[in-house]
Structure formats: C-alpha cells, structure tokens
C-alpha cells in the first residue's frame, strides 16, 4: 500500500459524495448540473497503472448511474474519457510529457487550463448525447455540454486550489 | 494460438477499453428502450439508503408545507364526507365483496430529479410493502408516475416527466380520451395528443386521468389545458396541460393497488391468445 494508492482511493470516494450530495442538487436554471467528480480521472498520476485508470472510470461511472437512475451513460463518458486521457496529455503538453513531471494540481498554466478543458468537453459531450439518446435534440445536446462544461470547470478549478498540498 | 495470445497480450489496454465501452453502451440502450430492462436502477440497498438518509435531513426543512397540503387535503376530504347524502350515519365500509376495490399504500418521494428527459423518482417502500411495477403514483394534488422496479424496500417510479411515459387521459367535461406525454422543455406542463377534432377544448379545461387502463382509477386530477394546437395533417388537437403538481417539489405520495388489477390483465392476456 503506498500513498499514491491511498490518495486515489481517498479522492474516488470523497469525488463521488460530493458529486452525489451536493453538485447532483444544484439544477442551476432548472437543468444545468455541474461533474466535478471527473476530476478523479484528471487528477490521477500520469505515470499511474492505466488499467488500474480505465477500471477505476468505469466503476466511478456505473456508481454515478446507480444514483442517477441512468442506464451507463456515466460510466461510458468516463471511460471514454479515460482511454483518451493520454493523447490529450500529448496534445497539451506536447510529445515528451512522459518525460516531464506533470503536476495537475498546481498553479494554472495555459497548458495544465486546455488539459483540463478538453476533458471536460469530451466527457460531457458523450454524456449528454448518450443520456439524450435523440440526434433530433442536438441543440439542447450542444447547450448543455456549452454550459455545464462551464460549471464544471469552474470548479474543478476551485476544488485543484483548495486541496492543493501545500509542500514547497 | 500462440498468435491469439500475442494479439491479446499486446492489445490488453485496448481490449479492457472496449470491453468496458460496451458494457456500458449496452446498459445505456437498454435504459432508454421502452419495455423495461434496467439492470443498473436506485432501487437497491446502497442508493435508496443513502437518498434515504439525505431525504431524512431535508424534510426537517419543509414540514411547515408538508403540513399545510395535508391539512388542505383533510379540508378537502372532510367536504366530502359532511356532504355525503345522510351526514347522521356516516358510510360504514361496504362488508360486501367487490367494492373495496383500491387499495392505497402511503410512500414518500427519496430523491426527485426532473432536469433529463428520463426522469425517475425513488420511493421508499418497496416489494416488502405490496409495491408492484406498473402500478400508478399519485400525491394529493394529482398524478406523479408509474412504478418501474422494486427491490424489497425501495422502488423506481417513471414520472410524467418522462419522455417514454405514455398514461390516458381524457377532458373531464367531455370525456374525450388522449395520450398523455411528455416533450422535455418544461417542467411544468406536459402535452395530451390525439384528441379528436369532435371534442370542444378550452383553455382552462381540466384534464384528469381516463381509466382505460389498469393503472390509474378514472377522475385523478392532472391539469388544466394551457393552450391549444391543431395539427393539421392528422385533424387531432394537440394539448398543452398545465400540471397541478409541482413536479420539483414532491413529498408524500400514494401508490394504487388495484385488487382488480391481476384479473383484467389475465383476461387481457387470454385475449390476446
């Protein structure tokens, strides 16, 4: 048992109560939730076991849908989302970012920003398209992921800042 | 052989992916088909637990409107009893067999949501209590939904807002019957179709639930018409029905057991053979 593991384990259960206490409940405008809870899969480390990753998304989601009564929709965004994790890396912070040490949760740079935004805007394109299942609703399809994606960021920024570990 | 094994070690990360993509895929199709095959529901011991324990928080804070509606509902019900034809001897129940045909088992709203356009509702009574699916919900106000799975103590309800929710319905003052649905734009009202062209609509009609079906008894109150559409390729109205109940606002409910219920759907069933 390391610290990374525990850390992962602390971050996947304390994602998912807040995502299912709080941030389920918002309806900002009647429908407009935020995810923050996909931080999970931003945050995991970048040299962490990507099986350990792809299973741990699906089990994030398959929870998520339980609360959600929502078929598999969760766990298909986020799957998806952590297969892809790695181009967007490469994406993001250019082809050597193996090389480097990625630190996700630091001060905001351009590249740590569209990291975050591109998986954002993955995961909640697939999930509104699969929880609306109906290509003659696109339009509230793209609405939705424009402004939950929004909200989601905003505070995936603000949770980063607050459980930031202060070691210099 | 060899190979296989070659091709499966070297695309194991590939292979996890689209095994679990798919799984998925495959619970998220069968939620939005029609006929019910959700495997993956809030009705189990773990989500309606914990909706359960939040619900139990959150009704502290809305006693003092639970309370009012209940008394608005003895008022209402008192009415009715002091107007009944002989008030001195008020109606004993029936001991003869086949009037007492409805059963209702009281249940309380767990977790609401109605910001997708599959909705579901989470009670908290379940098969322990007698709760069947596809058997009707409805609160003091009006109707909310229709029974969808059940675990022992906890059961799924489609709501109205529910763009697979097809219940009959029917003009009150006419009697003409329709389908009532729901489009996915507003919480606060749901569409009635295919009502004939014959049938006088107003706005301001009410609309209650026509008992053609098992489900619903006939006469529970749904809505009033907010506005008219005609279609002009089909000579059948299209109703806009704003709801009596606040759909984002939901505490007590009861659910109604039909003890006819078993029986009309046998008959059905022999019908169709």
Same mark, same amino acid.
Request: net charge positive; glycine share 4%.
């Given at each position: 048992m390391n610290s990374a593991l525990l850390v992962n384990i602390a971050r996947f259960i304390l994602l998912l109560a807040a995502q299912i206490l709080i941030f389920n409940n918002i309806n900002f405008l009647g429908y407009i939730n935020?995810?923050?809870?996909?931080?999970?899969?931003?945050?995991?480390?970048?040299?962490?076991n990507k099986y350990g990753l792809l299973a741990a998304s699906f089990f994030l989601g398959i929870i998520m849908d339980m609360f959600c009564n929502s078929g598999g929709v969760h766990a298909a965004a986020s799957v998806l989302?952590?297969?892809?994790?790695?181009?967007?890396?490469? +994406? &993001? %912070?250019? @082809?050597?970012?193996?090389?480097?040490?990625?630190?996700?949760?630091?001060? *905001?740079?351009?590249? =740590? +920003? &569209? %990291?975050? @935004?591109?998986?954002?805007?993955?995961?909640?394109?697939?999930?509104?398209? *699969?929880?609306?299942? =109906?290509?003659? %609703?696109?339009?509230?399809?793209?609405?939705?992921?424009?402004?939950?994606?929004?909200?989601?960021?905003?505070?995936?920024?603000?949770?980063?800042?607050?459980?930031?570990?202060?070691k210099r | 052989m060899q190979q296989i094994f070659n091709f499966i070690f070297k695309n194991s990360y590939r292979l996890l992916f689209l095994l679990l993509l798919?799984?998925?895929?495959?619970?998220?199709?069968?939620?939005?088909?029609?006929?019910?095959?959700?495997?993956?529901?809030?009705?189990?011991?773990?989500?309606?637990g914990v909706y359960e324990r939040i619900s139990n928080v959150n009704e502290y804070l809305s006693l003092k409107g639970q309370n009012d509606e209940l008394a608005l509902e003895n008022a209402r019900l008192k009415a009715l009893l002091f107007n009944a034809k002989d008030s001195a001897s008020l109606p004993k129940i029936d001991s003869v067999k086949g009037v007492d045909k409805i059963n209702i088992i009281v249940s309380k709203v767990i977790h609401n949501s109605y910001t997708v356009f599959e909705n579901y509702l989470t009670i908290n009574s379940g098969s322990a209590a007698g709760v069947k699916p596809d058997m009707g919900v409805v609160n003091s106000a009006g109707i909310i939904g229709i029974v969808d799975k059940t675990s022992k103590n906890y059961a799924t309800v489609i709501s109205i807002l529910n763009v697979k929710s097809q219940i009959n319905a029917k003009i009150k003052k006419s009697n003409h019957f329709g389908s009532l649905i729901w489009n996915g734009k507003s919480t606060g009202f749901v569409q009635l179709i295919d009502v004939p062209r014959l049938a006088s609509v107003?706005?301001?009609?009410?609309?209650?639930?026509?008992?053609?079906?098992?489900i619903f008894p006939p006469n529970i109150g749904i809505g009033t018409i907010d506005k008219v559409f005609t279609d002009n390729k089909t000579n059948y109205y299209t109703l806009n029905v704003k709801l009596f109940n606040d759909m984002t606002n939901l505490g007590h409910v009861y659910i109604i057991k039909s003890k006819d219920r078993e029986e009309l759907i046998k008959l059905e069933k022999k019908e169709n053979e």
């Open positions: 935020p995810y923050p809870y996909i931080l999970f899969i931003i945050l995991y480390p970048v040299n962490g989302l952590a297969y892809y994790r790695p181009y967007i890396f490469k +994406f &993001s %912070f250019g @082809l050597s970012y193996e090389y480097q040490t990625v630190r996700l949760n630091d001060v *905001l740079t351009p590249e =740590r +920003f &569209s %990291f975050i @935004l591109i998986a954002v805007v993955i995961h909640h394109f697939a999930l509104f398209l *699969l929880e609306v299942f =109906r290509i003659y %609703f696109i339009g509230e399809i793209l609405l939705k992921t424009v402004l939950s994606t929004l909200f989601t960021i905003l505070l995936c920024i603000i949770i980063i800042y607050i459980i930031k570990p202060n | 798919v799984v998925s895929l495959v619970l998220t199709i069968q939620s939005h088909s029609f006929h019910r095959s959700k495997v993956i529901s809030s009705a189990n011991f773990l989500s309606g107003r706005k301001g009609d009410t609309i209650v639930t026509g008992g053609q079906s098992v």
